[in-house]
């Protein structure tokens, strides 16, 4: 077994190491989501923490980890006796992002079944992690069907499975700790709520600790024994502190007037439910008991919200979490002062201080209408663009984000795990059982016993166990849901430059993006204006820094259409080579002007036509304004093969079935 990286050697990161040690001394707390950067020492503070855990104990023998002193009446290894025990260190479970149901839960022992014949459950990973620590790396892009056992599981305490023949309850009661980069997409909310706290991690900008970390790195790997033996000393301190803090705990006392703090500033920002006052009052405790005292101070108030508000607080799309530190100060202080607590207002926290983010600012400028016959100004109608800008604007403010339906791709794809489309998948629920081909990789069991099972006679089976060969296996066939990859092509020339009508242009494109970082789609962005098109974005999962990249586009300049529309098919054919199973969807906002260079129109159309050859399922976001429509968008929409909808349709539910119905006709063509 490897040493682990000792955590107290570990540099920096103050408000990473806080939050797991409150979820050791309390593990009420419901553990701790640790958000940053790669290379941040995440998952290192995390495995260091299990060595800092004090030991468990349990039933011998027991697979479920029962408590001795109050074993689990319904424990499948059980009943178990009132008995001393055995102490062990307390475990430290991983679930890997691509886990099987099987692996998470549990389910029937295969080799048990066939061999012998009889019906036995094996734990998964849930009665493993009991009364221990839940690992999850990446868990923002754990899968949908995993998600939803683990918050089973987390709101229940226990595991409930209830397949092929088994039927098995057991406890399951675990610190959850996950960590994420949040450049790879945000967590479900229902999942987010279930971390109790989360502490924001990023390198240190400070040259003397980046050589610390360094220098310390270095030396753990030359030889992790020794390095391990010169900070014994240090972790033992620690592992006694914690041991003393949990002892504290049940003495601490939480007044009225602290109380009163945590409703206000939960209230103050607006959080949802009440789990996060439960969390704040838990945190709270955690803290004076880490500090040596038995009453919760105003300190431990305002350190608890930055610990447990971020993730929990209402705010717009995209923004980072954070709290605003004055309104916790302000709030604070005008709760303070009860007849029963001595609450300290002023006092300094210490600790995690995330990121704020804040709403965008008010755009009042005025919009220009489209004139029909008039020339294209090359600054954007109505408006002058500034002395040597070439005729390139400022960007417009985004709009205010609203809410699409389902975009979904008919059919049954094959592409990577989401939760956009219908697919065949690695991991879903079963729906059927074929022969493999290739190499087995899910056993569908029940579909291999039937099909085992007329052949006994003839194999000479004389005992319990099933006589089953090589075409007796058969493969579960599962279905869950794919990602799509959404290229938007966005047209960010002149006309397009009046500045109310860029914003809302923005505000459509934005909502869209939001659906795409829900759906866990790739998504990328192609602008053209001026003379050429520009992949701003190549394809990624990273949808904030699509929403970064449109926020800052600049407009201006002629209305390159075609270049728009071929930069978008060189763009999808090399990701058809990277990816061939995941299937697009291009979507294309502009008002359908082409300008620029020999005969645009019929350029534009040709190139549109590409998409619609190869059956790509598109549609039109018609920007077009003003009291005369040229229809020019619904033009494009025909070539592509897709259809056209306006800015105003597509705040209405029917944008949904119409992309229904575009990549509907388009596979049929295909």
């Known amino acids: ?46 495995r260091a923490l299990s060595a800092l855990m004090p030991q468990v104990a349990v039933v011998a023998g027991c697979r479920f980890s029962c408590a001795p002193g109050a074993p689990d009446p319904a424990c499948p290894d059980g009943p178990h006796e009132v008995a001393s025990g055995v102490s062990r260190a307390a475990r430290m479970v991983e ?70 023949g088994v039927s098995v309850r057991h406890a399951s009661r675990f610190l959850l700790v996950g960590t994420m980069n949040p450049e790879e997409g945000e967590l479900r909310p229902q999942l987010l709520d279930r971390f109790g706290l989360t502490v924001e991690v990023a390198a240190s900008r400070e040259t003397d600790q980046r050589v610390e970390v360094v220098r310390r790195r270095l030396a753990y790997d030359d030889d992790p024994a020794a390095f391990a033996a010169k900070w014994a000393g240090e972790e033992a301190a620690l592992r006694a502190r914690i041991v003393a803090a949990r002892a504290l705990l049940p003495d601490v006392r939480l007044g009225d007037g602290a109380l009163r703090q945590i409703a206000a500033t939960c209230a103050a ?22 500090a040596g005292r038995t009453d919760v101070m105003a300190e431990d108030v ?8 971020p993730h929990r607080r209402r705010r717009n799309p995209f923004d980072a979490p954070g709290l605003d530190e004055d309104k916790l100060d302000d709030t604070l ?36 209408p489209d004139q029909p016959g008039e020339a294209e100004p090359e600054a954007g109608e109505g408006q002058q663009a500034p002395a040597g800008s070439g005729g390139e604007q400022a960007a417009a403010r985004a709009g205010e984000p609203f809410r699409t339906k389902v975009l979904s791709v008919p059919g049954l794809g094959e592409g990577a795990a989401g939760r956009r489309s219908r697919a065949r998948t690695e991991h879903g629920r079963t729906t059927g059982a074929r022969r493999p081909q290739g190499a087995l990789t899910k056993l569908h069991l029940a579909a291999t016993v039937q099909a085992a099972a007329p052949h006994q006679r003839a194999r000479g089976r004389s005992g319990r166990g099933l006589v089953v060969r090589r075409d007796d296996l058969r493969q579960a066939t599962r279905e869950g849901r794919e990602g799509n990859l959404v290229l938007f092509v966005v047209d960010a020339s002149g006309s397009m430059a009046a500045r109310q009508r860029m914003s809302a242009v923005k505000g459509a494109v934005l909502s869209l993006l939001l659906d795409a970082y829900q759906r866990r789609d790739k998504v990328g962005l192609v602008t053209f204006r001026g003379k050429d098109a520009e992949l701003v974005l190549p394809p990624t999962s990273s949808v904030d820094a699509a929403a970064a990249r449109l926020e800052i586009l600049p407009t201006g300049g002629r209305t390159p259409l075609s270049a728009g529309l071929l930069k978008a098919h060189d763009v999808l054919r090399v990701e058809r080579l990277r990816d061939p199973s995941r299937r697009p969807l291009l979507v294309v906002v502009t008002d359908g002007r082409a300008t620029g260079g020999p005969e645009p129109v019929a350029l534009a159309a040709r190139a549109a036509r590409l998409h619609e050859i190869e059956g790509v399922a598109s549609v039109v976001v018609d920007c077009e304004s003003g009291p005369v429509r040229l229809g020019l968008a619904g033009d494009l929409a025909r070539e592509l093969g897709g259809n056209a909808v306006t800015l105003e349709e597509l705040r209405a539910d029917s944008i949904a079935g119409l992309v229904k119905d575009v990549q509907g006709t388009n596979r049929r063509a295909a």
Do not use: C
């Open 1 to 46: 077994m490897s040493t682990p990286y000792p955590f107290t050697a570990i540099v920096g990161q103050d408000d990473l190491r806080l939050g797991l040690l409150l979820n050791a001394v309390s593990p009420a707390v419901g553990g701790v989501l640790v958000r940053g950067e790669k290379g941040t020492a995440k998952s290192t503070a995390v």
């Open 95 to 164: 679930l890997p992002v691509g886990a099987s149901e099987d692996r998470l839960v549990g389910a029937l022992d295969i080799e048990r079944a066939l061999a012998e014949g009889v019906k036995a459950f094996e734990p998964g990973l849930l009665a493993d992690a009991h009364r221990g620590i839940l690992y999850v790396d990446e868990v923002n892009l754990l899968h949908d069907h995993l998600v939803d056992l683990l918050l089973d599981a987390a709101a229940m305490g226990a595991s409930y499975v209830e397949r092929e």
């Open 269 to 290: 920002f607006e959080v949802d439910g009440m789990r996060a006052d439960i969390v704040m009052a838990r945190t709270a405790t955690a803290l004076a008991a880490w």
């Open 302 to 309: 305002r350190q608890a919200a930055l610990l447990a508000l």
């Open 333 to 368: 202080e005008q709760n303070s002062g009860s007849e029963d607590d001595d609450p300290d207002p002023d006092g300094p926290g210490g600790g995690g201080q995330p990121p704020q983010g804040d709403g965008g600012a008010d755009d009042g400028s005025s919009d220009s």
